[in-house]
C-alpha cells in the first residue's frame, strides 16, 4: 500500500534541499538509507548517476527486470526554498522553483520500492535510476552507460499532465549558433569599407520561418548578440536559433532551411557564416503495441486511471536512452506550471505516481 505520509514526507525532504547542477548528491544520499533497508543495492557512476539493483522476490525473482528513472536536478536553484502546502498541492515559497520536476517523480519511486518491500509483495527485480544534470542539458543520461542496465524497457515519469499520461514521441532537436563575420570600418569616415553582421543576422532572421511550423515542428531564434559601438560597423554576430520536431525529416528539413536563411544573409552584405552546435537531441516514438506503451496502460489501468496518449515537444532523459537503444517511455507526473516560482504538485497526484510507479513495478 503507498503511505501517503511517508512519500509526502519523502518528498518535502527532497525538496529541500537545493540540488541545481552539479549539487544533486545531497539528494540520493537523503535516500540511500530508505532504499538500502528494502534492499537495493545502489551505486554512483563516474557522472555521479545513481543506478539501483533491487533483486525479485518471491515466486516473481526470476522475471525480466525494469527501470524506472527520474532526474534529481533542479531547472534551476532553490536555496533556502521552504515548501508550502495550500490547498492539497505543495507549493514554493514564491522565492524560487519547487523542483517537483522531477522530485515527485524521484519521491514516488523510493515510495513504491518501500510499499512493495514494507508489504513483501513479492515483486520482479527492479532498476531505479536518478540521472543528473537533466535541465541543464540530458548531462547524466548523455553520459550513462547502458550496457549496465539489465532492463529491457524503462520508464521515465517527467511530463505534466495529470497522471494517466504516456508520452507516444518525443521531439528531435537541436540549438545552434550561428556567427556572421563581417569587417570592421570607422562607421562616420569610411563606411562604405564596412560589412555590417548585424544587418546580416537581421536578413537571416527576417526570412526564417519561426514559431509553429506545423501541428510538429517549432523553430526560434532566441539570442542575437553582436557590435561593438555606436561608431565602428559591427564585423561579428552571434544568433542562437533551435529546432524542435517530433518528424525526423522534417526536423531535418527546417535545420536546413534555417541555415541557408542565414547564409544568404550574410552573402547579401558579403560575409559568411561559421555554424556550431550547442546540443542535440535524437527523437522517438512508439507504436500502440510496442511492450513499453502496453506496460504503462496496464500500469495506469492498475492504478485506478484511465490511460491517455500524448506527445511531448520538450526533451528528457528518455530521448538520450532510447537514442541508446534503451525503450524508454515518459509517463506524466500531475507537476503543475514547472519552470516558474507559482510551480506546484497537487498532493494526490503524488500518492497516485506513487501507485502507478508501484504497478509498473510489479508489472501488473
Ligand atoms: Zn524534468
Redesign the pocket.
Known amino acids: 500500500m503507498i503511505d501517503s505520509a511517508r512519500v509526502l514526507d519523502t518528498f518535502l525532504t527532497i525538496l529541500r534541499i537545493d540540488s541545481y547542477h552539479p549539487n544533486e548528491d545531497p539528494v540520493s544520499d537523503a535516500l540511500r538509507p530508505k532504499l538500502e533497508r528494502a534492499g537495493v543495492r545502489l551505486r554512483a557512476d563516474r557522472s555521479r548517476n545513481v543506478l539501483g539493483f533491487w533483486p525479485g522476490c518471491g515466486a516473481r525473482a526470476g522475471e525480466e527486470p525494469i527501470l524506472l528513472c527520474a ?1 534529481t536536478d533542479t531547472v534551476r536553484p532553490t536555496p533556502g526554498m521552504e515548501p508550502v502546502i495550500r490547498d492539497g498541492a505543495v507549493h514554493t515559497d514564491g522565492s524560487s522553483v519547487l523542483g517537483a ?2 522530485k515527485a517523480a524521484v519521491a514516488a519511486i523510493v515510495e513504491a520500492v518501500e510499499a512493495i518491500a514494507a508489504d513483501g509483495t513479492p515483486h520482479p527485480p527492479v532498476e531505479v535510476l536518478f540521472t543528473v544534470g ?2 541543464v542539458g540530458h548531462i547524466g543520461s548523455k553520459a550513462f552507460d547502458v550496457a549496465g542496465v539489465r532492463s529491457r524497457m524503462a520508464f521515465v515519469p ?1 511530463v505534466d499532465g495529470p497522471v494517466g499520461g504516456i508520452i507516444m514521441a518525443g521531439p528531435w532537436a537541436e540549438t545552434l549558433r550561428v556567427t556572421f563575420r563581417g569587417r570592421a570600418a570607422h562607421a562616420g569616415t569610411e563606411p562604405e569599407e564596412g560589412r555590417s553582421a548585424l544587418r546580416m543576422a537581421a536578413r537571416a532572421i527576417d526570412r526564417m520561418q519561426l514559431g509553429r511550423i506545423d501541428a510538429e515542428t517549432t523553430a526560434n531564434a532566441g539570442v542575437l548578440t553582436g557590435g561593438e559601438a555606436a561608431n565602428i560597423v559591427p564585423p561579428q554576430a552571434a544568433l542562437t536559433v533551435q529546432v524542435r520536431s517530433l518528424d525526423r525529416s522534417r526536423f531535418r528539413a527546417h535545420r536546413a532551411a534555417l541555415l541557408d536563411c542565414c547564409r544568404q544573409g550574410a552573402e547579401a552584405f558579403g560575409g559568411a557564416i561559421d555554424v556550431e552546435s550547442l546540443g542535440s537531441t535524437a527523437g522517438y516514438r512508439f507504436g500502440e503495441d510496442d511492450a513499453p506503451v502496453r506496460r504503462a496502460e496496464a500500469a495506469i489501468r492498475s492504478a485506478g486511471l484511465t490511460p491517455r496518449r500524448a506527445t511531448t515537444c520538450g526533451g ?1 532523459d528518455a530521448n538520450e536512452f532510447n537514442a541508446k537503444g534503451l525503450p524508454t517511455v515518459v509517463i506524466s507526473v500531475g507537476y503543475r506550471d514547472i519552470h516558474t516560482n507559482q510551480e506546484s504538485m497537487p498532493i494526490d497526484e503524488l500518492d497516485r505516481l506513487a501507485e502507478v510507479c508501484r504497478a509498473l513495478m510489479l508489472g501488473s
Do not use: R, V, Y
Open positions: 532526474h520536476d522531477d537533466e535541465d517527467d528528457s
